[in-house]
């Protein structure tokens, strides 16, 4: 079956500190795979998104890379703000099962 | 425009009692969903709904009932609360397509029993 492992938080950076938050994945055929956001009090987002072996997704300063030869999507940002505080989620879906498979989520907390 | 509005947005009440969490999108998708989040932060899917059909069905107590009168609409009926229930429960559409399903979450409805 789909699974997904992302790294356990919570993660605490100064800001504009270099970020990575790893994710790796399991999944039957050829998955797409997610970040999703969640800010305090609010709802999870669509971060970013990557469909295909070696796409790049990014936003907003974010970066994540499709790497099929290592199953890893792992997200990146060059310079964190204190605005960039949430829970962060890696998720895939494959046409095995539409239903998409979360990572556990990881916090980020980033101090002035 | 909120694309996945749900209300309430915070419903504390007794154990024992009957509530609902009301779902509604405007995206014009196929598919609905209800998640439930724990104090960890760990997403659990409860129910999947296509076009008002029932699709998944996880481990979920019977108290809990999802009801889609139609495909824009996905309610959430709770009977008979226990302390077990707080958590904060996500509504969520989607439409599937070829390059993935990307999932549109509503703002979430932190459920307090006491």
């Known amino acids: 079956g789909n699974s997904v492992t992302q790294m356990e938080g919570p993660v605490t950076l100064s800001e504009e500190a270099f970020l990575t938050i790893n994710c790796t994945y399991t999944?039957?055929?050829?998955?797409?795979l997610f970040w999703y956001v969640q800010y305090p009090g609010e709802g999870l987002q669509l971060l970013l998104k990557?469909?295909?072996?070696?796409d790049k997704g990014s936003n907003k300063g974010f970066e994540a890379t499709y790497r099929k030869e290592t199953t890893s999507f792992h997200l990146e940002k060059g310079s964190v703000q204190v605005s960039d505080s949430a829970v962060y989620f890696c998720?895939?879906?494959?046409?095995?099962?539409?239903?998409?498979?979360f990572g556990r989520g990881t916090s980020l907390i980033v101090h002035p | 425009d909120t694309a996945v509005s749900q209300t309430p947005k915070y419903l504390v009440t007794q154990m024992g009692n009957d509530k609902s969490i009301k779902c509604e999108q405007n995206?014009?998708?196929?598919?609905m969903y209800w998640y439930k989040q724990d104090s960890k932060k760990f997403l659990k899917i409860m129910f999947s709904?296509?076009?008002?059909?029932?699709?998944i069905n996880e481990t979920v107590p019977n108290r809990f009932s999802p009801k889609s009168p139609d495909k824009a609409h996905l309610n959430l009926h709770i009977n008979s609360l226990e302390l077990g229930d707080s958590a904060v429960y996500f509504c969520?559409?989607?439409?599937?397509?070829?390059?993935?399903?990307?999932?549109?979450f509503g703002e979430g409805s932190w459920l307090t029993v006491v």
């Open positions: 995206l014009g998708h196929d598919t």
């Open positions: 998720a895939l879906s494959s046409g095995g099962s539409y239903i998409p498979t």
């Open positions: 990557a469909t295909k072996a070696d």
């Open positions: 969520a559409s989607s439409q599937v397509t070829y390059s993935g399903n990307t999932i549109y």
């Open positions: 709904y296509n076009n008002k059909e029932l699709i």
């Open positions: 999944a039957t055929g050829y998955p797409s």
